[in-house]
């Protein structure tokens, strides 16, 4: 079967005559493949949610993790190959305890999205290890910063956002959070926002079965620490998304 | 006669009396710093006007007491690596930063070294502060540190002179005075009293010399 880059798409060390490395680019497919991840910069923290569909009755809710806390005050969620998300995840906890071992400071999040972007960036230099197939949205909250959120792609840029979306559904779920004022709103709206995006907007109920929400946040209220969103305020959220379902029909 | 344990064998479970006296105390705008400046091997003065207040980086100072060479490769370790990571960080180090980085230094080869730091400094969200690192490779927090083999002569005159929060004048006596009495009682120590005042200015850098110093009770 004939693809885009025949030819040039065997290995990442190989340019394309118009510069591309497609290697690269297949990784970027991977984690399009994947549920779609929201991370939003709000007032007061950073909130995570991400659409796990359920692929089987028999999975024990909550089973399957994609964000996961690096040191307490860093929270990291992946969206593509889960298992090439958690190798850069224990590479970043590696990090953040090496740092504060030797510095006996925390780890500010900018210098570990610069080391983890320069470690994912190692594995698009060779023929005999392929590129990792996932990107991972990073964010922490600070008393004095406030809060920050960054995004690193299979290519190893990272980038600083105000709000952010991976996977499948990240060009809907984008527009949808260009709409929203985040530096007015709070976390625990941010939680109903984001909510309303992955099950209305990204998530079809046709085409997928069922969804699970997967929610986290670093925020005042946990003071900087990261944290699953209780299940109360998930459960309320998802209320509220219906409610509104029921009003504009 | 001839004790081969006393005369010859080195024990590094003992405190080695090594010839120098530093001093560092926190007053209300920073740290001031002093140190005698005395090398010595044996009973032979190397250098007698040596600078043992070293920078590590622009306003954080350690103080070196032990064996030169140690001292002297792990503080410029620690400036190497205050510099990396202010690089990465885009913020001044702290000076606790430097403190602890000294610490793990220290620590982790305490088999091979033979070294006792000081590190004091100004930065930004402490303001001044003392940080103490004794031979094991412990790291103590203090208002002030005294170091080297003329600091046994000081125990007494620091806790009886030592004021939170002192003027800059105050603070700059009560070092002065400290390294003279340690150089008239100390073998060890000797020459001129170097100082140096760290505050949020800046580093500004003073000598007494010898002729200078105050003479105290002296037949």
Same mark, same amino acid.
């Given at each position: 079967?004939?693809?885009?880059?025949?030819?040039?798409?065997?290995?990442?060390?190989?340019?394309?005559?118009?510069?591309?490395?497609?290697?690269?680019?297949?990784?970027?497919?991977?984690?399009?493949?994947?549920?779609?991840?929201?991370?939003?910069?709000?007032?007061?923290?950073?909130?995570?949610?991400?659409?796990?569909?359920?692929?089987?009755?028999?999975?024990?809710?909550?089973?399957?993790?994609?964000?996961?806390?690096?040191?307490?005050?860093?929270?990291?969620?992946?969206?593509?190959?889960?298992?090439?998300?958690?190798?850069?995840?224990?590479?970043?906890?590696?990090?953040?305890?090496?740092?504060?071992?030797?510095?006996?400071?925390?780890?500010?999040?900018?210098?570990?999205?610069?080391?983890?972007?320069?470690?994912?960036?190692?594995?698009?230099?060779?023929?005999?290890?392929?590129?990792?197939?996932?990107?991972?949205?990073?964010?922490?909250?600070?008393?004095?910063?406030?809060?920050?959120?960054?995004?690193?792609?299979?290519?190893?840029?990272?980038?600083?956002?105000?709000?952010?979306?991976?996977?499948?559904?990240?060009?809907?779920?984008?527009?949808?959070?260009?709409?929203?004022?985040?530096?007015?709103?709070?976390? +625990?709206?941010?939680? &109903?926002?984001?909510? $309303?995006? !992955? /099950?209305?907007?990204?998530?079809?109920?046709? @085409?997928?079965? =069922?969804?699970?929400?997967?929610?986290?946040?670093?925020?005042?209220?946990? +003071?900087?620490?990261? &944290?699953?969103?209780? $299940?109360? !305020? /998930?459960?309320?959220?998802?209320?509220?998304? @219906?409610?509104? =379902?029921?009003?504009?029909? | 006669?001839?004790?081969?344990?006393?005369?010859?064998?080195?024990?590094?479970?003992?405190?080695?009396?090594?010839?120098?006296?530093?001093?560092?105390?926190?007053?209300?705008?920073?740290?001031?710093?002093?140190?005698?400046?005395?090398?010595?091997?044996?009973?032979?003065?190397?250098?007698?006007?040596?600078?043992?207040?070293?920078?590590?980086?622009?306003?954080?100072?350690?103080?070196?007491?032990?064996?030169?060479?140690?001292?002297?490769?792990?503080?410029?370790?620690?400036?190497?690596?205050?510099?990396?990571?202010?690089?990465?960080?885009?913020?001044?180090?702290?000076?606790?930063?430097?403190?602890?980085?000294?610490?793990?230094?220290?620590?982790?080869?305490?088999?091979?070294?033979?070294?006792?730091?000081?590190?004091?400094?100004?930065?930004?969200?402490?303001?001044?502060?003392?940080?103490?690192?004794?031979?094991?490779?412990?790291?103590?927090?203090?208002?002030?540190?005294?170091?080297?083999?003329?600091?046994?002569?000081?125990?007494?005159?620091?806790?009886?002179?030592?004021?939170?929060?002192?003027?800059?004048?105050?603070?700059?006596?009560?070092?002065?005075?400290?390294?003279?009495?340690?150089?008239?009682?100390?073998?060890?120590?000797?020459?001129?009293?170097?100082?140096?005042?760290?505050?949020?200015?800046?580093?500004?850098?003073?000598?007494?010399?010898?002729?200078?110093?105050?003479?105290?009770?002296?037949?």
């Amino acid at each position: 079967m004939s693809g885009i880059g025949t030819g040039y798409d065997l290995y990442p060390t190989t340019f394309s005559p118009d510069g591309r490395i497609f290697q690269v680019e297949y990784a970027h497919k991977a984690v399009e493949n994947s549920s779609t991840a929201i991370g939003l910069c709000c007032k007061d923290g950073v909130v995570f949610g991400i659409e796990k569909i359920i692929l089987s009755k028999m999975l024990v809710e909550g089973t399957n993790r994609r964000v996961f806390s690096v040191g307490e005050h860093i929270g990291i969620a992946t969206a593509g190959l889960t298992a090439d998300g958690r190798r850069i995840v224990q590479n970043a906890r590696q990090e953040a305890k090496n740092y504060e071992n030797f510095t006996s400071d925390i780890i500010p999040i900018h210098v570990l999205t610069e080391r983890l972007s320069i470690y994912v960036q190692v594995f698009t230099l060779y023929n005999y290890i392929r590129p990792f197939g996932c990107s991972l949205m990073i964010g922490s909250y600070d008393e004095e910063k406030g809060p920050s959120l960054y995004c690193i792609e299979p290519d190893s840029v990272a980038l600083g956002f105000y709000g952010c979306a991976i996977g499948k559904g990240k060009q809907e779920a984008k527009t949808e959070i260009s709409k929203l004022k985040l530096s007015e709103m709070t976390c +625990k709206d941010a939680v &109903k926002e984001i909510a $309303k995006i !992955l /099950i209305k907007t990204v998530h079809d109920e046709t @085409k997928e079965k =069922e969804m699970e929400l997967e929610m986290s946040w670093i925020c005042k209220e946990t +003071k900087g620490k990261h &944290k699953l969103v209780p $299940k109360k !305020l /998930i459960e309320e959220a998802v209320e509220w998304v @219906k409610g509104q =379902e029921n009003e504009e029909d | 006669m001839f004790d081969l344990e006393k005369d010859f064998l080195y024990d590094l479970s003992k405190e080695v009396k090594t010839g120098t006296t530093v001093m560092a105390v926190t007053f209300e705008n920073g740290v001031i710093i002093a140190a005698d400046s005395r090398t010595s091997s044996g009973s032979y003065a190397v250098n007698r006007v040596t600078d043992k207040l070293t920078p590590v980086q622009d306003q954080i100072y350690c103080l070196r007491s032990g064996s030169a060479a140690d001292t002297q490769i792990i503080s410029s370790y620690v400036s190497y690596y205050t510099n990396m990571f202010s690089i990465e960080e885009g913020s001044q180090p702290t000076v606790k930063k430097a403190a602890h980085m000294f610490r793990e230094f220290l620590y982790q080869n305490k088999q091979y070294l033979h070294a006792a730091i000081i590190c004091a400094g100004w930065d930004p969200i402490e303001g001044g502060s003392v940080y103490s690192l004794p031979l094991g490779g412990s790291i103590v927090k203090q208002p002030f540190a005294t170091g080297g083999s003329g600091s046994t002569y000081l125990y007494g005159y620091c806790d009886m002179n030592f004021k939170e929060n002192m003027t800059e004048e105050e603070a700059e006596k009560f070092v002065t005075y400290g390294i003279t009495e340690a150089i008239a009682r100390d073998g060890g120590s000797g020459g001129i009293v170097r100082k140096a005042i760290i505050d949020k200015n800046g580093v500004r850098r003073k000598t007494v010399y010898g002729n200078k110093l105050k003479k105290f009770w002296e037949k």
